[in-house]
Nanobody, 123 residues
C-alpha cells in the first residue's frame, strides 16, 4: 500500500516562504512521478508542479513558475515544494500525488494522494 504524508503548511504573510514536504512509503520504486496540486475553497483541484522520479525533469504551472521549486531526496523518498514570494491567491490545501505511469497535470490520472496540508497567505 502506497502512503503519502504531507507536512509543512501554515500561515504566512504575503511575500513570505514555506517549504512543504511529502514523504512516500510503500512501492516508491514504481513511481514515475510525484506532483503537487492545490485546491482553494470553491475551486477545482489544480496542478502546481511535478517531478519525475527517474530523471531531473520538472514541470510547473504558469502561476507558480519562478516562485515555487519542486525537489526530491531519493534516500528519504521525499519530495519538497519550496514556495517563495507567496501571494494571497496561493492560499489552498496542498496535496501530494504520485503515479507509476503519469507525470502530467491532470489530477484524476494520479492514483495515490496524501491527506493535504493547509497553506494560508495573509495580505
Amino acid at each position: 500500500q502506497v502512503e503519502l504524508v504531507e507536512s509543512g503548511g501554515g500561515l504566512v504573510q504575503a511575500g513570505g516562504s514555506l517549504r512543504l514536504s511529502c514523504a512516500a512509503s510503500g512501492r516508491t520504486s514504481s513511481f514515475y512521478a510525484m506532483a503537487w496540486f492545490r485546491q482553494a475553497p470553491g475551486k477545482e483541484r489544480e496542478f502546481v508542479a511535478a517531478h519525475r522520479w527517474s530523471d531531473t525533469n520538472k514541470y510547473y504551472a504558469d502561476s507558480v513558475k519562478g516562485r515555487f521549486t519542486i525537489s526530491r531526496n531519493n534516500a528519504k523518498n521525499t519530495v519538497y515544494l519550496q514556495m517563495n514570494s507567496l501571494k494571497p491567491e496561493d492560499t489552498a490545501v496542498y496535496y501530494c500525488a504520485a503515479d507509476p505511469y503519469y507525470s502530467g497535470s491532470v489530477a484524476v490520472e494520479y492514483d495515490s494522494w496524501g491527506q493535504g496540508t493547509q497553506v494560508t497567505v495573509s495580505s
